[in-house]
T-cell receptor, first 111, second 111 residues
Framework: SQKIEQNSEALNIQEGKTATLTCNYT??????LQWYRQDPGRGPVFLLL?????KEKRKERLKVTFDTTLKQSLFHITASQPADSATYLC??????????FGSGTKLNVKP | DADVTQTPRNRITKTGKRIMLECSQT?????MYWYRQDPGLGLRLIYY???????NKGEISDGYSVSRQAQAKFSLSLESAIPNQTALYFC??????????FGPGTRLTVL
């Protein structure tokens, strides 16, 4: 069965630095991959989508890369701010529009 | 008003009781989903529906049932609740598949 791995340990960084979160997967060839943000007590909110034929996608301070050979996606937040503190989930989307989510990585940005 | 609403937001019940969680959406999407979220396990798909007449099991459907009463409504039932169904439950919708829109979640505790 497919497996999605995100670092379960929280990532602690200083304000202004770049945060990099990793999503690795096995036993799957997704059509595309998404990143979501989840705040405590709330539902996930969509951030970015990257397709299998795309290497990189950007949106404001966010950047996502997708390496289908390594089966890995990296999610970057540049010039991080305390307001970026949240849990970030990656999701793989494949046939029949089925979504598979990772367990998320908690990001703490300290002022 | 929120695009995806869930009721109740919190529920405490006892083992063996029947519970229904309700989801409504105003986004006009055909596709609706039910997930549960447990610490360290991420979001796991329970059931999904691509239209009113199409309902499919997800990876953890045992012990659950669903009903798609209309395009805008998708309810999840626990026929006989058990303690390991204690979790955070999310409803989500999507259009043709690119993005999922989540509700605020229902925190269910089974004693």
């Amino acid at each position: 069965s497919q497996k999605i791995e995100q670092n379960s340990e929280a990532l602690n960084i200083q304000e202004g630095k770049t945060a990099t979160l990793t999503c690795n997967y096995t036993n799957y060839s997704p059509a595309y991959l998404q990143w979501y943000r989840q705040d405590p007590g709330r539902g996930p909110v969509f951030l970015l989508l990257i397709r299998e034929n795309e290497k990189e996608k950007r949106k404001e301070r966010l950047k996502v890369t997708f390496d289908t050979t390594l089966k890995q996606s990296l999610f970057h937040i540049t010039a991080s701010q305390p307001a970026d503190s949240a849990t970030y989930l990656c999701a793989l989307v494949g046939n029949f529009n089925k979504f598979y989510f990772g367990s998320g990585t908690k990001l703490n940005v300290k002022p | 008003d929120a695009d995806v609403t869930q009721t109740p937001r919190n529920r405490i019940t006892k083992t063996g009781k029947r519970i229904m969680l309700e989801c409504s959406q105003t986004k006009g999407h055909d596709r609706m989903y039910w997930y549960r979220q447990d610490p360290g396990l991420g979001l796991r798909l329970i059931y999904y529906s691509f239209d009113v007449k199409d309902i499919n099991k997800g990876e953890i459907s045992d012990g659950y049932s669903v009903s798609r009463q209309a395009q805008a409504k998708f309810s999840l039932s626990l026929e006989s609740a058990i303690p390991n169904q204690t979790a955070l439950y999310f409803c989500a919708t999507s259009d043709l598949g690119d993005t999922q829109y989540f509700g605020p979640g229902t925190r269910l505790t089974v004693l």
